[in-house]
């Protein structure tokens, strides 16, 4: 509901017990979920979320673009923990990240000098720019050696000549070496791709029930977010149906994430961030840290301009709340709750303007450690009056909160 990082790894984690597959319907690499279940801590960047409960199906959709790479990497650790690989399917619709998307990548940030997007540089946006210049190489060509390999020649030779007319001269590639790496790829992962549009459907044909993970954030979508400082597919609930081609009417109910305060990676407008020690604390006590790049995230305030947005947009039912146990120790807690230029109240459109100033309320904080509380009645007073205020500025009931980084520590609206 925010600009990424809210924990929903985590959530898909806790809930995934309850369904048969989890999917993912969007985003590649550059989106990092982390799990920490008995002590263990899980980064995942391709395979959804629910990967470490038994028995239940993952599947990487049609709207996702997957490097060959790290989807094996990936794969390889999941094995080293006894994971069952087999659980694992891939659209054959799905677009596959190359090494001169990942070139192209960072010769376009480093084009743009102080005006860098602060994207990962793992080649998403030209692969997805590739997708929809028609030249792009799905899972579905892995299985077709002879076109594959025509398609590949194509594709280096033109990025090949693009490197040789820009001034950084990026690294040209070998389209030979890369054909036979992606086939010894190919042999690897064949077993792992499906027909994505026969998957979905014969398993909701079989009653089967689905999880449906996104990547990124609402303020991250391309069309939808803080656009140029966005990410390059559309990452708001609606583009499940896209990325995993289903119809709007097989959704049963939308559920956000939500941080109890924000954070935002990169570069782009946050109007509640903290630059302040308050900001470094929030940073601190939350591991505020890029999962995919490591970078330091910026941190600031609940942003309730933000989350009504994201409600309007994704057709949120409810949310859940995460983190909140950072907030412990805290003597007050600001909200955001309005945008404001001059007289003049303003919106999400507003974003980036010099001349926009923000409302705060403040909260009153508690002191007491939360990480123990199973239910949101079991939080201190000044706590759940926080998560009370939350629920009615957004206008959706709060199924509940995560208060510690396990998969336990979970506070449920009701015990």
């Known amino acids: 509901m925010q600009w990424g990082d809210e924990g929903k790894g985590r959530v898909v984690d806790m809930m995934a017990r309850d369904v048969n597959i989890v999917a993912r319907f969007g985003g590649g ?6 799990l920490v279940v008995d002590g263990l801590k899980l980064a995942l960047r391709i395979v959804p979320s629910g990967v470490l409960v038994p028995g239940v199906e993952m599947f990487i959709g049609s709207g996702t673009v997957v490097s060959l790479s790290s989807l094996i990497e990936e794969l390889d650790k999941l094995q080293a923990l006894g994971v069952d690989l087999s659980r694992i399917k891939i659209s054959d619709r799905a677009n596959i990240v190359f090494p001169y ?11 743009r000098g102080s005006g860098a997007i602060g994207t990962t540089g793992r080649g998403i946006g030209p692969a997805y720019v590739d997708k ?22 194509f594709n280096v030779a033109s990025r090949n000549v693009a490197s040789r007319n820009v001034a950084s001269r990026a690294a040209e590639l070998d ?14 992962l064949d077993p792992h791709i499906v027909d994505g549009v026969a998957y979905v459907h014969d398993a909701l044909a079989k009653g089967k029930r689905f999880l449906v993970e996104g990547a990124q954030a609402t303020m991250l979508d391309v069309g939808f977010g803080t656009y140029p400082f966005v990410t390059s597919s559309h990452t708001i609930a609606g583009a499940a149906t896209i990325g995993l081609g289903i119809g709007p009417k097989a959704i049963g109910r939308v559920i956000g994430i939500a941080k109890a305060y924000c954070s935002r990676v990169g570069a782009g407008p946050f109007p509640s961030e903290l630059h302040d020690e308050l900001g470094e604390r929030l940073r ?14 910026r941190c600031g305030w609940f942003d309730a ?21 950072v907030l412990s120790g805290l003597d007050r807690i600001g909200v955001v709750t309005e945008y404001r230029q001059g007289e003049r109240e303003a919106g999400i459109s507003a974003l980036g303007d010099p001349s926009l100033e923000v409302k705060i309320e403040w909260f009153e904080g508690w002191k007491t450690d939360i990480s123990g509380a199973r239910s949101l009645a079991e939080l201190p007073p000044a706590a759940r009056r926080y ?16 208060v510690g980084a396990e998969r ?3 506070a449920a609206a009701s015990p």
């Open 29 to 34: 690499d550059n989106a990092g979920h982390t």
């Open 101 to 111: 998307h990942i070139l192209a990548d960072r010769a376009g940030e480093q084009a």
């Open 132 to 153: 929809v210049g028609r030249q792009g190489i799905t899972f579905g060509d892995l299985r077709r050696p002879e076109a594959l390999a025509e398609k590949l020649r």
């Open 175 to 188: 389209a030979e070496d890369l054909i036979t790496q992606t086939l010894a790829f190919a042999q690897r």
């Open 284 to 297: 601190r006590e939350g591991g505020e840290y890029g999962t995919v790049t490591g970078r330091p995230r």
């Open 305 to 325: 301009v933000v989350g009504r947005y994201a409600v309007q947009v994704n057709g949120l039912d409810s949310v859940i709340l995460t983190k909140l146990d």
């Open 387 to 402: 998560v009370e205020a939350l629920e009615k500025m957004l206008g959706i009931p709060v199924d509940g909160a995560s």
């Open 408 to 410: 336990a520590q979970y």
